[in-house]
């Protein structure tokens, strides 16, 4: 029944990852397109709840998915059974994912005045 369930995360994570990576690669190619510097992404991206719902849903879906597709490759590769592989794909989830909204959060900069070096 879990492989089931992880199965369907897997998966439905995987449909909602392939728009965001070709999203956030069509800004990617816009923003060098236009000659865009750092800190003028910055400026737009500042405060912006819309950017931030959108790398939060990202970093959401990457945080499901890479740790699922990392448990089955121990599992069928290292021959990684039990409990312990859970715990490590769990623990590689959470990480990716404090990591992934902290990025998010200093992208956005919510709370963070402009130029107080934060």
């Not at 199965?7 to 439905?12: A, D, I, M, P, V």
């Not at 990617?28 to 950017?51: K, N, P, V």
């Given at each position: 029944m879990i492989e089931a369930r992880l199965y369907l995360l897997q998966r439905?994570?995987?449909?909602?990852?392939a728009p965001l990576v070709l999203?956030?690669?069509?800004?990617i190619?816009?923003?060098i397109g236009d000659?865009?510097?750092?800190?003028?992404?910055l400026g737009r991206t500042r405060g912006s709840f819309a950017w931030a719902a959108f790398y939060g849903l990202f970093v959401l879906a990457a945080a499901v998915?890479?740790?699922i597709g990392l448990r089955n490759l121990a599992r069928e590769w290292l021959a990684w059974r039990g409990r312990s592989v859970d715990a490590a794909a769990l623990v590689f989830g959470l990480v990716l994912l404090a990591l992934g909204l902290?990025?998010?959060?200093?992208?956005?900069?919510f709370g963070i005045g402009a130029g107080d070096g934060a």
């Amino acid at each position: 029944m879990i492989e089931a369930r992880l199965y369907l995360l897997q998966r439905g994570s995987a449909m909602l990852l392939a728009p965001l990576v070709l999203i956030h690669l069509g800004l990617i190619l816009y923003a060098i397109g236009d000659g865009l510097s750092a800190a003028e992404i910055l400026g737009r991206t500042r405060g912006s709840f819309a950017w931030a719902a959108f790398y939060g849903l990202f970093v959401l879906a990457a945080a499901v998915h890479a740790p699922i597709g990392l448990r089955n490759l121990a599992r069928e590769w290292l021959a990684w059974r039990g409990r312990s592989v859970d715990a490590a794909a769990l623990v590689f989830g959470l990480v990716l994912l404090a990591l992934g909204l902290r990025a998010v959060w200093a992208v956005i900069g919510f709370g963070i005045g402009a130029g107080d070096g934060a």
